[in-house]
């Protein structure tokens, strides 16, 4: 089973400022994808990361906003930009292994 | 369009109490995934259960089984003999071609001593 790194795992931040999430997985994976979730509701999948593509971005989630990059098969990187408290959230990397999705811990972002 | 309901926003039970937890799917694909996860107060997500669509067979995990009847697009899931570990946010997820998975509302689950 895929074992996946999230940094920073918490973080506060500033409104109007812009944080980077790292994903870092112990295996290759051809698809990682990226979730949000809000205080109290589900996840919502913002995009999936492809190595060697650009992200494909659910509606509601633009490339502006939450640029993504997968330089390679074990890593991936989420920024969400110019923050506002409404971005306050767990943000998760996850990947699919042998048929099943495995969830980081999730990066917990508050926003000032 | 896919689709995961989970009806049930929250269920309070004693301990020992059994108690099953809903989920009802939308797809018009013929393969897909159904998970169920866990999410304890503590915030990370537990891996379950993962079904595929061809495999109807019911699942038993200690407490936990596992109900899915395609015939009524359900997948449901029931702790026998809860406990108070038990307490947590369950959600109920579909997995279709491409991989994208998207996940039900979540039922939160308070099992009290």
């Known amino acids: 089973s895929a074992v996946i790194s999230q940094k920073p795992s918490r973080d506060i931040c500033q409104r109007g400022t812009s944080l980077t999430i790292q994903c870092q997985v112990d295996s290759q994976v051809t698809m990682m994808f990226w979730y949000r979730q809000q205080p109290g509701q589900s996840l919502t999948l913002i995009a999936t990361a492809n190595q060697g593509s650009e992200a494909t971005y659910e509606s509601g989630f633009v490339i502006d906003k939450f640029p993504i990059s997968r330089p390679n098969l074990t890593f991936s990187t989420l920024t969400v930009s110019n923050m506002s408290p409404e971005d306050s959230s767990i943000y998760l990397c996850?990947?699919?292994?042998?048929?099943?999705?495995?969830f980081g811990e999730g990066s917990r972002l508050t926003v000032l | 369009a896919q689709k995961v309901t989970q009806a049930q926003t929250e269920i309070s039970v004693v301990e020992k109490e059994d108690v099953t937890l809903d989920c009802v799917y939308e797809?018009?694909?013929?393969?897909?995934?159904l998970f169920w996860y866990k999410q304890p107060p503590s915030g990370e997500l537990v891996f379950l259960i993962r079904r595929n669509s061809f495999d109807e067979q019911n699942e038993i995990s200690g407490r936990y089984s596992w109900n899915f009847q395609k015939s009524t697009s359900s997948f449901n899931f029931t702790i026998t003999a809860s406990q108070v570990v038990d307490s947590a946010v369950y959600f109920c997820?579909?997995?279709?071609?491409?991989?994208?998975?998207?996940f039900g509302a979540g039922t939160r689950l308070f099992v009290k001593a």
């Open positions: 997820a579909l997995s279709t071609g491409g991989f994208k998975t998207i």
């Open positions: 996850s990947v699919i292994d042998t048929g099943e999705l495995f």
């Open positions: 797809t018009r694909d013929t393969t897909y995934y």
